[in-house]
């Protein structure tokens, strides 16, 4: 936001250049007039000591008083709506706006705080309004062009932001702030290399800000580059140790690198310092759940659904966990949990099916399966598991079908084959069977076992002995 600097003639110190001088002269002034200092100039150095200092309750009491002695100064009105703006009291800043406006309509500035409070009350089109006004009175005005780029962003106008942006870096190259909006908004156009050139090139000038090291690190990581992003997430946290986020993403980091321990451990630090992370309590699971250490696994996602009960994939990681302790009836009740709150998931659907078969409920199976070939049909897996299931039952025609679905879809899936050439074997049409043997045995030899423990009175069959040999 632009500062109070234009309002007088030599530009006072920035906050961190105030010693405790200062404060205590501000202090005794304050005492020995109370609140009723008279004095113009000294009302506008306070206000502008209480604004860098963020103590806008104070600066808006002065600023009142200001206007008392100079009600028509268009800089005075403009010092209020900045203050109430920071104090969230949107629509009475915009209301002093008006009457610095009315006072003198060719200030720039004011349409510049002006914009800023709209884009802040989400008025975009507005806001946009503002800063075009402020910059056909000034068309080079930098803080004008800068908050213009950065309401862009807000509306998704990625493009047009980063033209902006451009623009201001044609006229001052060392504007560090552009470089990091335009890095951020090369990010969301995909153009990971020139977002990383940007945060470069903003980290060359402020290679402090942790928020810059951070969002570099999340590029680098949508690049795959996972051990370079690692390395920016660790510049943020030595800038700024209690950062949650930086802590989650690396875990993220060194969970696609394979390195889950140390995934997990980057994990707990996020959870000291952010115990309701729910994201990092289910990112913690699947480390452990990654590892075999299902019951830590369980653990970590019953942390995750007490912060989040609606939090489905917890349901899901916690129902596998359970499956894979042979305890289907948990399994199962997770599943169903997770499916109530999203039930057009076709993993979860399967899941369930697998549970309620391992269940022996193999009707409710057969219509769970059925469930997720509705929603994913052309998964070949799913065509074989049902049609496997209907074979076990002795719906021979409907298993069928579903085999050559799921053949047509993966024209080599070996245990479909299998399946089906024992349907026709059922049928009694060994030439048939024979075809399917020979692929089913051609692709996992480990079936010429299975034939001979389940058919051995067909061993010695002619049509099969042939393939045997082989």
Same mark, same amino acid.
């Given at each position: 936001?632009?500062?109070?600097?234009?309002?007088?003639?030599?530009?006072?110190?920035?906050?961190?250049?105030?010693?405790?001088?200062? !404060?205590?002269?501000?202090?005794?002034?304050?005492?020995?007039?109370?609140?009723?200092?008279?004095?113009?100039?000294?009302?506008?150095?306070?206000?502008?000591?209480?604004?860098?200092?963020?103590?806008?309750?104070?600066?808006?009491?002065?600023?009142?008083?200001?206007?008392?002695?100079?009600?028509?100064?268009?800089?005075?009105?403009?010092?209020?709506?900045?203050?109430?703006?920071?104090?969230?009291?949107?629509?009475?800043?915009?209301?002093? #706006?008006?009457?610095?406006?009315?006072?003198?309509?060719?200030?720039?500035?004011?349409?510049?705080?002006?914009?800023?409070?709209?884009?802040?009350?989400?008025?975009?089109?507005?806001?946009?309004?503002?800063?075009?006004?402020?910059?056909?009175?000034?068309?080079?005005?930098?803080?004008?062009?800068?908050?213009?780029?950065?309401?862009?962003?807000? +509306?998704?106008?990625?493009?047009? %932001?980063?033209?902006?942006?451009?623009?201001?870096?044609? +006229?001052?190259?060392?504007?560090?702030?552009?470089?990091?909006?335009?890095?951020?908004?090369?990010?969301?156009?995909?153009?990971?290399?020139?977002?990383?050139?940007?945060?470069?090139?903003?980290?060359?000038?402020?290679? #402090?800000?942790?928020?810059?090291?951070?969002?570099?690190?999340?590029?680098?990581?949508? +690049?795959?580059?996972?051990?370079?992003?690692?390395?920016?997430?660790?510049?943020?946290?030595?800038?700024?140790?209690?950062?949650?986020?930086?802590?989650?993403?690396?875990?993220?980091? #060194?969970?696609?690198?394979?390195?889950?321990?140390?995934?997990?451990?980057?994990?707990?630090?996020?959870?000291?310092?952010?115990?309701?992370?729910?994201?990092?309590?289910?990112?913690?699971?699947?480390?452990?759940?990654?590892?075999?250490?299902?019951?830590?696994?369980?653990?970590?996602?019953?942390?995750?659904?007490?912060?989040?009960?609606?939090?489905?994939?917890?349901?899901?990681?916690?129902?596998?966990?359970?499956? %894979?302790?042979?305890?289907?009836?948990?399994? !199962?009740?997770?599943?169903?949990?997770?499916?109530?709150?999203?039930?057009?998931?076709?993993?979860?659907?399967?899941? *369930?099916?697998?549970?309620?078969?391992?269940?022996?409920?193999?009707?409710?199976? !057969?219509?769970?399966?059925?469930?997720? !070939?509705?929603?994913?049909?052309?998964? %070949?897996?799913?065509?074989?598991?049902?049609?496997?299931?209907?074979?076990?039952?002795?719906?021979?025609?409907?298993?069928?079908?579903?085999?050559?679905?799921?053949?047509?879809?993966?024209? *080599?899936?070996?245990?479909?084959?299998?399946?089906?050439?024992?349907?026709?074997?059922?049928?009694?049409?060994?030439?048939? %069977?024979?075809?399917?043997?020979?692929?089913?045995?051609?692709?996992?030899?480990?079936?010429?076992?299975?034939?001979?423990?389940?058919?051995?009175?067909?061993?010695?069959?002619?049509?099969?002995?042939?393939?045997? *040999?082989?």
């Amino acid at each position: 936001m632009p500062n109070f600097d234009n309002f007088d003639d030599d530009p006072l110190p920035r906050p961190n250049d105030r010693s405790d001088d200062d !404060l205590r002269r501000f202090r005794e002034q304050l005492k020995n007039g109370e609140k009723d200092i008279n004095n113009t100039e000294a009302l506008e150095e306070i206000i502008q000591f209480y604004f860098e200092h963020e103590q806008f309750e104070e600066a808006l009491h002065f600023v009142e008083r200001l206007l008392s002695f100079e009600p028509f100064s268009s800089d005075a009105w403009q010092r209020k709506g900045m203050i109430l703006n920071n104090l969230y009291r949107y629509d009475e800043a915009l209301a002093c #706006y008006q009457k610095a406006l009315s006072l003198n309509p060719t200030d720039a500035e004011i349409y510049v705080n002006q914009g800023i409070t709209l884009d802040n009350l989400n008025r975009t089109d507005e806001s946009l309004a503002s800063f075009n006004e402020a910059l056909e009175l000034e068309p080079n005005f930098e803080e004008a062009l800068f908050h213009k780029g950065v309401t862009l962003e807000k +509306m998704e106008r990625f493009n047009e %932001a980063v033209n902006i942006f451009r623009r201001i870096l044609d +006229m001052n190259p060392e504007h560090i702030d552009a470089w990091y909006e335009l890095g951020y908004c090369y990010d969301f156009l995909d153009e990971f290399e020139q977002s990383i050139k940007c945060y470069d090139e903003h980290l060359n000038r402020d290679p #402090y800000n942790y928020n810059a090291w951070y969002n570099r690190g999340i590029v680098l990581n949508r +690049m795959g580059k996972y051990l370079n992003a690692i390395e920016s997430y660790d510049m943020a946290i030595a800038i700024r140790e209690d950062f949650p986020s930086a802590w989650y993403n690396k875990g993220n980091a #060194y969970a696609h690198l394979g390195r889950l321990y140390d995934a997990i451990s980057c994990f707990k630090q996020t959870l000291q310092l952010e115990p309701g992370d729910v994201p990092a309590w289910h990112n913690l699971g699947n480390a452990y759940e990654e590892l075999g250490l299902y019951n830590d696994a369980i653990w970590a996602f019953t942390n995750a659904l007490k912060y989040d009960p609606h939090h489905y994939e917890s349901y899901f990681g916690r129902g596998c966990c359970f499956d %894979a302790l042979e305890d289907p009836k948990k399994a !199962l009740t997770d599943y169903k949990a997770g499916l109530a709150l999203q039930p057009d998931y076709p993993e979860l659907w399967y899941a *369930r099916a697998d549970a309620e078969y391992n269940l022996g409920r193999i009707e409710e199976s !057969l219509e769970s399966y059925k469930k997720v !070939l509705q929603l994913d049909p052309n998964n %070949a897996e799913a065509w074989f598991d049902y049609g496997d299931t209907l074979y076990e039952v002795g719906e021979v025609k409907e298993a069928e079908e579903a085999l050559q679905q799921c053949i047509t879809l993966a024209q *080599r899936f070996a245990p479909a084959h299998y399946t089906l050439a024992k349907i026709h074997i059922l049928l009694h049409n060994y030439t048939k %069977a024979a075809a399917s043997l020979a692929i089913a045995f051609d692709v996992e030899p480990e079936f010429k076992r299975r034939f001979r423990k389940d058919f051995p009175d067909l061993k010695n069959e002619p049509t099969f002995q042939r393939l045997l *040999r082989k």
